[in-house]
């Protein structure tokens, strides 16, 4: 749908829009949010307008009218508008409140920065009030910005010496991607070595960094005259989903395979539900009354006929698929379960955002053993061998722990994330994959505690990793995408697109086939 309150010419990056734009809509106009509030209880975003302190469409009891979520304002903040003032570029979160708020002078003719189509004759009579106006505004926006006039206008003047050149035909094309290449190597490529210098510690030279990302950007810049503020992978590539499955009425946030043709997911809708593979049907669920009573963050198969799920309740609970009814409920955390793996027929590990880690012996019914050593939330645990598993924390850390140990459990502590470890992967022996808020993908050697490659590709945090061969692994991200790494060189050779929110888990179905579940409400079947 066309976005009703802004023109099209004033999107910086309409692609964002245009793939995101599902969960960038007023529930109530269908059209992108002016101005946008949410529910408090279900989170759904409107125009302040459209929803005027009435009701919640959804009938939210306990309904009040609050800012966007952080995960919507991240969405949001994707789209870049220009103000149709000064050309100065703004998120869409912010749009309306820089448009009260813009101290600039508007010009009485087309704007210059919005491309409007002024007669030739209408623009040669207005170049000299066009300029001091140009001045004006310039100097307005760069006290706004606390940089100098020459810095302003070398931003603003630089972008729009594109938009002229190929409007106008005033130069060939050659001198164009020449000129496309120097801005935007200069605003995007060195704007991100500057970034990569200071918040990441890489095992490789920051000069081998620094040509690799200056060949890759010229590479982007060649291929599109954008302005620099979306970064767009060469290898995107629309997903072709195999089979799509709608079912659940908040974000899938787990899945896991069952059988063949069977897999289970669970929800922020508090539910789990088992889905057949050949028609998309769902063959079974798991309710409140019979479930968790609030979202569900893991699911873990134990055998053929138990599935262990993790919910932000702060209980495990143990189902029987077969009789299709919980059959164990474990208490012991104070705070949500984000993951769980089993250790052997009789053990589990849970790890909760109380920041413990719990050992649990399902025939006893309770937890044995309880790890310390994390400073914030334990987001997610894997295992590493019949004595040990790996752990990823808010506190930036990862640490590898004896499950057999009752004191110093803790063998090794590995730092080099700046954000918090949302993710883990089991490589190899001696080998893990971490991803992490910071928007990257580490890979770990475990006999000399080293990171020996760092992914650099996602523009939002990495939320899921899945190992496809012995040479490649896939991740999935909150900038809406999949991505295929090879592990060999640690390059991205595949970017999958096609969700419209974020992708929260991802499952190897098959040597050709992934599953992925996002925030949009599905499930996708897709090819890699």
């Avoid at 964002?16 to 599902?22: E, F, G, M, R, W």
């Avoid at 603003?156 to 020449?178: A, C, L, M, P, S």
């Avoid at 939002?460 to 991200?477: H, I, N, P, Q, R």
């Amino acid at each position: 749908m066309e976005p009703k309150f802004y023109d099209n010419f004033r999107f910086v990056n309409k692609e964002v829009y245009n793939l995101i734009n599902k969960t960038a809509d007023c529930q109530i106009c269908q059209n992108i949010v002016y101005n946008p509030k949410a529910c408090s209880e279900c989170g759904s975003l409107f125009c302040k307008d459209c929803i005027n302190n009435s009701n919640c469409p959804n009938k939210c009891i306990g309904f009040k009218l609050v800012n966007p979520t952080s995960y919507h304002k991240r969405n949001l903040d994707q789209i870049v508008l220009k103000c149709k003032k000064a050309g100065c570029t703004v998120p869409l979160s912010e749009a309306y409140f820089h448009a009260k708020n813009c101290n600039t002078t508007e010009l009485d003719i087309d704007c210059w920065s919005c491309h409007g189509k002024a007669s030739s004759r209408t623009i040669k009579i207005n170049e000299k009030k066009r300029t001091e106006i140009k001045e004006l505004n310039l100097k307005s926006h760069s006290n706004q910005n606390n940089i100098s006039l020459e810095e302003m206008r070398e931003k603003i003047y630089g972008y729009q010496t594109i938009d002229n050149i190929e409007t106008d035909r005033r130069i060939d094309e050659v001198k164009v991607k020449e000129l496309t290449k120097k801005i935007i190597i200069k605003e995007t490529t060195l704007a991100m070595i500057q970034k990569l210098e200071k918040e990441f510690n890489r095992g490789e030279s920051l000069e081998e960094l620094k040509k690799q990302l200056e060949e890759s950007t010229k590479q982007v810049a060649m291929k599109r005259k954008e302005t620099g503020f979306f970064y767009k992978d060469i290898n995107e590539q629309k997903i072709e989903a195999k089979l799509e499955i709608f079912g659940h009425m908040n974000r899938v946030l787990c899945l896991t395979k069952i059988s063949d043709n069977v897999i289970a997911s669970g929800s922020q809708d508090n539910t789990i539900k088992l889905w057949n593979l050949t028609d998309g049907t769902c063959i079974k669920g798991f309710f409140k009354g019979n479930g968790h009573a609030k979202p569900v963050r893991c699911l873990e198969l134990l055998d053929a006929n138990r599935l262990a799920s993790g919910s932000e309740d702060n209980k495990i609970k143990i189902f029987d698929i077969e009789a299709g009814k919980c059959i164990l409920t474990l208490s012991g955390h104070s705070r949500g379960v984000n993951s769980i793996v089993k250790l052997n027929e009789n053990l589990i590990a849970s790890a909760s955002s109380d920041m413990t880690i719990k050992i649990w012996d399902l025939k006893m019914e309770d937890f044995i053993r309880t790890l310390n050593g994390h400073t914030n939330r334990v987001l997610n645990i894997i295992k590493l061998n019949d004595t040990q598993i790996v752990s990823g924390s808010d506190d930036l850390l990862i640490k590898i722990w004896d499950v057999n140990l009752d004191e110093n459990n803790c063998l090794k502590t590995l730092s080099g994330h700046t954000k918090a470890v949302l993710c883990l992967l089991k490589l190899g022996p001696d080998r893990i994959a971490s991803g992490s808020w910071d928007n990257t993908i580490k890979i770990w050697n475990l006999e000399s505690n080293t990171c020996i490659k760092t992914c650099i590709g996602h523009f939002d945090y990495v939320t899921c990793l899945v190992k496809l061969s012995e040479t490649k692994m896939a991740s999935g991200s909150c900038d809406n995408s999949i991505k295929i790494w090879s592990l060999e060189t640690g390059n991205c050779i595949k970017n999958l697109i096609g969700h419209s929110g974020f992708v929260f888990c991802l499952l190897k179905l098959n040597e050709k086939q992934l599953v992925s579940g996002s925030s949009d409400k599905s499930i996708r079947i897709i090819d890699f």
